[in-house]
């Protein structure tokens, strides 16, 4: 490993240092969810840029709330913020995504850990429907899979009831949501439902072992779907649309 790429605990300790920039309640919150969602949905692809007065434009907000979004965007490494160029969506390079696999595995096996033996029944009912919503996208659309994934890794954090934890890994999961959509190659979302049933089971029965290691391969499979393929754009206005609906932002 080269001098200028860091350990997982290194990154890690890192994030700790960083603190949220807007705050529950706060009108740039919108702003950021509409982003956040179009990123993550892959409306908005990789590379691509994310000026103020364009994406304020369509959401019907001043700069001043765009700007707090991509801030916000930008620490959760989402987003580039580059003096005299702008913003733009996050273009992780090969070895970026390793690292941030990476992390996330120390990040998920402090959940697996903190959750072994311990769900309740109303948990393991919400982590059943999770998959089962996965199951039954498996048909559709990519992203839709990608973030449905997701979801139930964030699911599981959130139980841990560690609110650090959970926002950690919420914000890694999101980066390698970013990754996918740049790197992921075809794959049969199968495998991923049948590991989360597999990962389901083992912490049901308290089988720390296996629930680990279920937890490393899985993510190891899911950073092994990786291809590098050209993507296609569009109109900022276009791509912000349905997420300027969704969250109650109209253009003026």
């Known amino acids: 490993m080269g001098a200028d790429r860091i350990s997982p605990e290194q990154a890690i300790k890192v994030k700790m240092d960083q603190r949220p920039l807007i705050k529950k309640g706060s009108r740039a919150q919108p702003v950021y969810h509409a982003l956040r969602s179009a990123i993550l949905d892959q409306a908005l692809r990789p590379g691509m840029k994310?000026?103020?007065?364009?994406?304020?434009?369509?959401?019907?907000?001043?700069?001043?709330?765009?700007?707090e979004a991509l801030k916000q965007l930008a620490l959760e490494g989402l987003i580039e913020l580059r003096p005299n160029r702008g913003a733009?969506?996050?273009?992780?390079?090969?070895?970026?995504?390793?690292?941030?696999?990476?992390?996330?595995?120390t990040l998920e096996r402090l959940v697996v850990q903190s959750l072994v033996g311990r769900l309740s029944v109303a948990q393991i009912a919400q982590l059943e429907a999770c998959i089962q919503n996965e199951d039954d996208a498996r048909d559709r659309n990519g992203p839709e899979s990608i973030r449905l994934a997701g979801d139930f890794h964030t699911i599981l954090s959130e139980m841990t009831g560690n609110a650090l934890l959970d926002r950690y890994v919420r914000e890694v999961c999101s980066r390698c949501s970013l990754i996918l959509a740049l790197y992921g190659r075809p794959h049969s979302s199968e495998c991923a439902v049948n590991?989360?049933?597999?990962?389901?089971?083992?912490?049901?029965?308290?089988?720390?072992?296996?629930?680990?290691?279920?937890?490393?391969?899985h993510l190891e499979d899911v950073a092994a779907r990786a291809d590098l393929a050209p993507r296609g754009s569009g109109d900022i206005r276009d791509l912000l649309a349905p997420y300027a609906l969704k969250q109650g932002l109209a253009n003026r």
């Open 50 to 67: 994310l000026p103020e007065d364009t994406i304020g434009e369509q959401l019907g907000v001043s700069r001043t709330l765009v700007r």
């Open 88 to 105: 733009s969506v996050a273009y992780p390079s090969l070895d970026e995504a390793r690292d941030v696999f990476e992390v996330r595995r």
């Open 195 to 217: 590991e989360h049933r597999q990962l389901v089971h083992a912490l049901r029965q308290g089988d720390a072992d296996k629930a680990m290691a279920l937890m490393d391969r």
